[in-house]
Structure formats: C-alpha cells, structure tokens
C-alpha cells in the first residue's frame, strides 16, 4: 500500500507539475511530438494508399507494408532511426523519434486505407462511371467517403500506437513522458517509472476515446445504417 | 464538349443499316431519315487483352429512337460488353459508335455518360447519400441550379412510384425494389434521350420483377426514351422489347426483329433453341384478346329458367353456367345451385380472373386452366363481352 501512497504523493506533490519538467510540459510534449508523426504518417500513408486503392493496384506493396510493420518491433525502429538523424545532421532528441514514430504510423493507415477504397462496392464505382463522374470525383465524393470509417479506424489505430511508442524518445534524449520511465530507471526510482507509465497509459486511453468519438461524428449516416444492416443476416444478391 | 464529329451530322451513319434498307424497301417509299436512328453500331468488335477469341466480333446493330431494343443471349454472348461500350465504359476494339448521329469517341467520355442514363443489376446508389442525393447526381454534374435539381427530384421520385418522404432517408432503408426505382429515377434525372440497362431486375425477386417490367413500360409510354435493355430472360426481354436482338457466343448477332417475328419465324436452330419449346405459350403473351373473337357463352339471363340453364351448360359442355344481365355480369353458378329453385336467381358467384381486351391470350390461357374450365369470361370495364375459350387459343397456337 505505502508504493501506491507514494505515487499519491509524487502526483500530489507541486514540483511535478510546474517547469520544463513538470507533468503539463511533458504531456505537452508528447502530444506534440505525436501529432506532427501523426500528420506526416498520414500524408505518406493515406493520400498513396487511397490512390493506388483507386487505381486497384499495388496490392503487394500492401501487404508488405503489414508484414514490415509486423517484423519490426518499436524499439529497433528508434535504434535505426537515431543514425539516419544523425547522419542528415538532425541530431539527437525530437527528429530521431519523429523519423521513428512516423515509420511506426504508416504501415497500418497505408494498409487499412488501401484495402478500404480498393474495396469500396464494385457497382456503386461503375455506376459512378456510368453516370460521367470524372475519376477525381468518384476518389473525391464516392471512394473516399465510403472508406472513410476504416480508414479513421486505422488512424486510431496508428495514433494510439504512437503515443505509446513517443515514450521510447526519451531514450534518444527526447522529453515527454518517457522521461519519468527512463529516468526514473535511472535514479531506481520506481515510483516515477509507475507514474510515468500511467500517465502514457491514460494518454493513449484518451487518444483511442477521442478518436472513437471524432469517427462517430464523422462515419456518414447512410454508412452506419449500413453497417448496422449487415449485422443482420440477409442473403447477398446473386 | 462542343468539338463536332468530323463530318456532317445529316450523313451520319455513312453506311446504310440492314434495318434501313429494309424500311425503305417496305411501305415508306423513301430512304428512312437518319435521324430516326438514336444509336448505331458500325462493324463494333471488341477482344479483351489476354482474350483469344473476341468478345464482340463485327457487330453492326440500329437502335431505333424512341425504342426498347433488348440484348439477349446465353453468358458470353457478349451483351454486357456491347451495352457498356455504347456509353464507353469498356472501349470498342475496332468500329464506330454512333449516339445521336455523333461519333462516341467525339466527345470525352465522361462527357458522353451524361447525356446516357445508365442502370445495372447491382443497383449502385451512394449509400453515403439521401436518396434526393443520389438522384441528384447528374444534375449536380452538369451544374443545374439547387432550385431546379429539387424540382427534378421531387418530379422523379413521384414519377418512379416513390412516396415523397423518402428524399430524406438513405438507400439502406429502403428494399431492392425500391432501390432500383431510385436507380431508374437517377439515371432519368437529366433527361437524357438514351438509357443503357444491363439486367436491372436481375437481383429482385420474381414478383418485385414483373411489377418493375410492368412500370418500365409505363413510363416508356410517357417518356419515349431509346432504351437499351441486356438480359438472359428471354421472357424479359419478349415482355419488354420493341425489337428483340438474340446474340451468340462472341457477339454473333443471330436475328434481330420485333418478338412476334422471333417467336412466329425463328431465324434458325439457335434462335429456336434458345426461345425454348414454349415459344407457342410465349407467342401468346404478345397476342391481345381484342384480336380474336368472343363468343357469348354459357349465359342465362336472370328469371330464366332451370331447363334453359340445363340445355345452355349441355350445349357448352360445362357443368356451370353465368348469370348475364343485359351486359352485366352477376356471376356464375353451378347445376347444384339451382336445386329446389324454380328460376334463375340474380347473383352468382365472382369470376376469379377478369380478363379484359388488353389481356393477352397467355394471361387467358392461365384463368381458364387455372379455374379447371375451358372458357373465360371478357371484360370491358364492367361491361360483359363474351367468353374466350381453349379452342380458340390453340388456333392461335399452331397460326
């Protein structure tokens, strides 16, 4: 009992939520640094994924993307990143870790997103077709919007991801909540490794309920019905 | 838009259509107008890459304006293909194409599929949009104005047999019928002259098909519009088309003229074949009963008497007699109904099929067989005309 008084306290006490080191600037941090990986992550991913799905080629690429994404395990990512930075005169800290978690975030947007408008209903695109809309407005206003939930489900997927993995960036000398984890480690400070863990533990619950709400108020509403439609068994056409 | 085929418009198609030439030999004297020729298939074929044989192989076809021409055949005869390459969703591998007396390949074809309505079996609305929406799309293409698109709306959605409340709800909440009402509604938004149909009644139930055949007509006879139909049924495409073209395997065109001449006068083995060993039963469905006569039937008048009965039904050859009043009918009855009655009464039971003129002689055919007799009772609104009976229709049968 007396650890978790101790982590009560740690919260409690004022030290750890004022200055560079205090609790509002590391969350500040690590959602920064999140949402710039997230940003870049989904312009690579999502605008190559949702044009070759349009195209309904590059199937390989998509599955290699998962598989990369498989092998590889967050922490080698960092490791690999930290000489790429190094090497382009990026340093240490903020763009090591960016590198990382924007490697991280693609796979699964590229993925989701390329197997979402690559299988967007075959008759809704040729009747699309067949009523003269131009290849851009069927990507723009049909394919698109269809994707839509599964492609914001795969941007959750990605953000939750990264804001767990952004904690590893302390380790190449970034801030953020893996300050506490790491340096806690260091001072054999068990009760800030705890704190800082459930603080990127919190931090990722929120990133995933807000993501869920924003695809709620998103997902167009003839889609939900559909979806909710399908729960129901009913034969397919033949 | 605005860039002219290169030639002019009046000697577009430059070679005469079998269809042509036969029109000008019978009746009218002089060469048919070209302009009575909406769409025109000038030696079309098309091999898909990787295909050995073509899938549509020097296709030359009229479609006449204003006119239901059905595509027919067994999978693989290259319907579908020849449908989709008219709005240039698949691109001909040589041949022209000609809409409205211009070259398809004149315009860009997006373009082009503006001014084609197009319906296919899988429906295809946005599900992500109203209904409204969905009809709404060409309109929204070609930048009509909001004011005049809801109008056009509101107008289709009335015309296709839609309640108008559902211009609000999304297509997931409405049944495969009236999706593909939606789906007929979208394509007409525009207005435009053409339709292409590839087996829009394919995926809906039996029932829900003939109902939507029967509405296609309907709204043909308002709209007038060239359309062109692909179907396997053969039975569709008899009830639908104006002209029946029966395609082969590879787009061999086998015969292509009104129903009746296909099913009176099968051009050869195949076409025989395929029309199947009914085609006397499927004759009769285009046969109206205004075409043959009625006879008056077994009919007592009310107040008559019971030996007058006994001798009509004897005379018939029935064992039930109807109750005919001036040209009213009261109804049918039986000998055991007159057991114990000194007259005729004034009622009858109900005739369970009412045939009118229009009725074909197959719908006749199905009541009489279908109320274990061998005659059925004509009717002209209420008014009485006669019976219609089984030698009658097996005449027609073997004409």
């Known amino acids: 009992m007396s650890f978790l008084a101790d982590v009560l306290a740690w919260f409690a006490d004022p030290v750890n939520w004022s200055g560079s080191g205090g609790i509002p600037n590391r969350v500040f941090e690590h959602v920064q640094l999140s949402t710039f990986a997230m940003m870049i992550a989904a312009l690579l991913g999502i605008i190559p994924a949702v044009i070759l799905g349009h195209a309904r080629r590059g199937g390989v690429l998509a599955v290699a993307a998962v598989n990369i994404a498989r092998a590889v395990p967050s922490f080698a990512i960092i490791a690999l990143a930290l000489p790429v930075s190094i090497a382009l005169g990026l340093g240490l800290g903020f763009w090591p870790t960016l590198l990382a978690l924007v490697a991280l975030a693609i796979p699964p947007m590229f993925t989701n997103a390329y197997t979402a408008v690559r299988d967007v209903d075959p008759g809704v695109v040729e009747a699309a077709r067949g009523m003269g809309m131009t290849p851009a407005g069927i990507l723009a206003k049909v394919e698109v919007p269809m994707a839509l939930p599964i492609i914001l489900a795969a941007v959750r997927v990605s953000a939750v991801q990264v804001v767990a993995t952004a904690t590893l960036g302390a380790i190449v000398a970034w801030g953020g909540l893996g300050r506490y984890v790491i340096d806690g480690f260091a001072t054999r400070n068990n009760v800030e490794v705890f704190a800082g863990g459930l603080l990127v533990a919190l931090l990722a619950v929120a990133t995933e309920v807000g993501f869920g709400v924003l695809e709620r108020l998103v997902e167009p509403r003839g889609l939900r019905m559909l979806r909710g439609q399908e729960q129901v068994v009913r034969p397919a056409p033949t | ?399």
């Open chain 2, 1 to 399: 838009m605005g860039s002219r085929p290169p030639y002019p418009r009046s000697f577009a198609p430059a070679v005469l259509s079998p269809l042509q030439s036969l029109r000008s030999l019978g009746g009218t004297g002089r060469l048919a107008r070209v302009s009575d020729v909406m769409i025109s298939l000038r030696h079309v074929s098309k091999t898909f890459p990787g295909g050995t044989a073509p899938a549509v192989g020097d296709l030359s076809l009229d479609v006449p304006r204003g006119e239901i021409v059905v595509l027919v055949g067994p999978s693989g005869c290259g319907k579908t293909t020849t449908l989709k390459m008219i709005n240039r969703l698949i691109e001909p591998t040589s041949g022209e194409i000609y809409v409205d007396g211009e070259l398809a390949t004149s315009v860009e074809a997006h373009l082009l599929r503006r001014k084609i309505g197009y319906v296919i079996q899988q429906i295809g609305l946005f599900p992500h949009r109203t209904i409204a929406e969905n009809i709404a799309t060409v309109p929204t293409l070609v930048g009509w104005d909001e004011q005049r698109i809801a109008e056009r709306v509101t107008e289709l959605i009335e015309l296709v047999g839609l309640e108008p409340e559902m211009a609000d709800r999304y297509p997931a909440e409405l049944s495969g019928g009236q999706q593909q009402r939606v789906g007929v509604a979208r394509a007409l938004a525009a207005d435009p002259p053409v339709l292409l149909m590839d087996e829009p009644f394919g995926a809906v139930d039996p029932i829900v098909r003939s109902k939507l055949q029967e509405e296609l007509l309907a709204l043909q006879d308002r709209l007038r519009k060239t359309i062109v139909f692909v179907t396997h049924d053969i039975d569709e495409a008899i009830r639908l088309g104006n002209r029946v073209a029966i395609l082969n395997v590879g787009g061999v065109l086998e015969q292509y003229a009104s129903p009746a001449e296909i099913l009176a006068e099968p051009a050869n083995d195949f076409v025989a074949e395929f029309l199947g060993s009914d085609r006397g039963l499927k004759r009769l469905s285009l046969i109206p009963i205004s075409t043959v006569d009625l006879d008056p039937g077994p009919v007592v008048a009310p107040g008559g008497t019971v030996e007058e009965a006994r001798r009509v039904m004897e005379r018939y050859g029935t064992d039930w007699f109807a109750v005919v009043d001036g040209d009213r009918m009261l109804g049918w009855l039986t000998e055991d109904d007159l057991r114990g009655a000194a007259t005729v009464p004034r009622s009858g039971r109900r005739f369970r099929a009412w045939l009118t003129r229009s009725s074909s002689l197959r719908e006749a055919l199905d009541a009489i067989v279908s109320g274990r007799t061998t005659m059925a009772a004509v009717f002209d609104g209420d008014r009485y005309l006669g019976m219609i009976d089984v030698d009658t229709i097996s005449r027609e049968i073997v004409r």
